[in-house]
T-cell receptor, first 114, second 113 residues
Framework: NAGVTQTPKFQVLKTGQSMTLQCAQD?????MSWYRQDPGMGLRLIHY???????DQGEVPNGYNVSRSTTEDFPLRLLSAAPSQTSVYFC?????????????FGPGTRLTVL | GQQLNQSPQSMFIQEGEDVSMNCTSS?????WLWYKQDPGEGPVLLIA?????ELTSNGRLTAQFGITRKDSFLNISASIPSDVGIYFC?????????????FGKGTLLTVNP
């Protein structure tokens, strides 16, 4: 298994540009989520999905869209990038076993918005 | 929303020393998780705790789920240079379709050889 994969690893955007961060997992996990990590802020939840066709907002959803058309993929879209979205973005996936859900993280995408 | 306070923010220790860090919450969780993040990488799960009072070890790492369900502790014994990184606690009220994690802000560990 490749686990959780994210592309690209690095990206530089200009203010107002749009882009999609890709996330895929090959573990048949039902739950997937996106976090952003900023210095001194820890990891904050942007959006999450509990299964194909189901998404919901996390703690910091503004400026981001998601969709979940398949179990494997959970892309994160920035419609009009802003400098405040400069961050490291992590995708995670999780399975449920005996009611416990342990999340596995991808390697991250480092985004700079100029 | 739920808040996690993780301390200390950073630690500078000598190789061979023991390390302790903790997380406290304003509300209860039924699961506590501890992650480590190496520079340029994503967080990796170290230990998962599912029961109040539970004490779990993973090699030189030991973590405890506080009896009040509002705190957790991580200890690292006999530290080595590869222990360097950021350690995060995370609380979860798992079960059913609830998968959301609340993270602490992390403890940056530096180990001097």
């Amino acid at each position: 298994n490749a686990g959780v994969t994210q592309t690209p690893k690095f990206q530089v955007l200009k203010t107002g540009q749009s882009m999609t961060l890709q996330c895929a997992q090959d573990m048949n996990h039902e739950y997937m989520s996106w976090y952003r990590q900023d210095p001194g802020m820890g990891l904050r939840l942007i959006h999450y999905s509990v299964g194909a066709g189901i998404t919901d907002q996390g703690e910091v959803p503004n400026g981001y869209n998601v969709s979940r058309s398949t179990t494997e993929d959970f892309p994160l879209r920035l419609l009009s990038a802003a400098p405040s979205q400069t961050s490291v973005y992590f995708c995670a996936s999780s399975y449920s076993t005996s009611g416990h859900n342990e999340q596995f993280f991808g390697p991250g995408t480092r985004l700079t918005v100029l | 929303g739920q808040q996690l306070n993780q301390s200390p923010q950073s630690m500078f220790i000598q190789e061979g020393e023991d390390v302790s860090m903790n997380c406290t919450s304003s509300s209860i969780f039924n699961t506590w998780l501890w992650y480590k993040q190496d520079p340029g990488e994503g967080p990796v799960l170290l230990i998962a705790l599912y029961k109040a009072g539970e004490l779990t070890s993973n090699g030189r790492l030991t973590a405890q789920f506080g009896i009040t369900r509002k705190d957790s502790f991580l200890n690292i014994s006999a530290s080595i240079p590869s222990d360097v990184g950021i350690y995060f606690c995370a609380g979860q009220n798992s079960g059913g379709s609830n998968y959301k994690l609340t993270f602490g802000k992390g403890t940056l560990l530096t180990v001097n050889p």
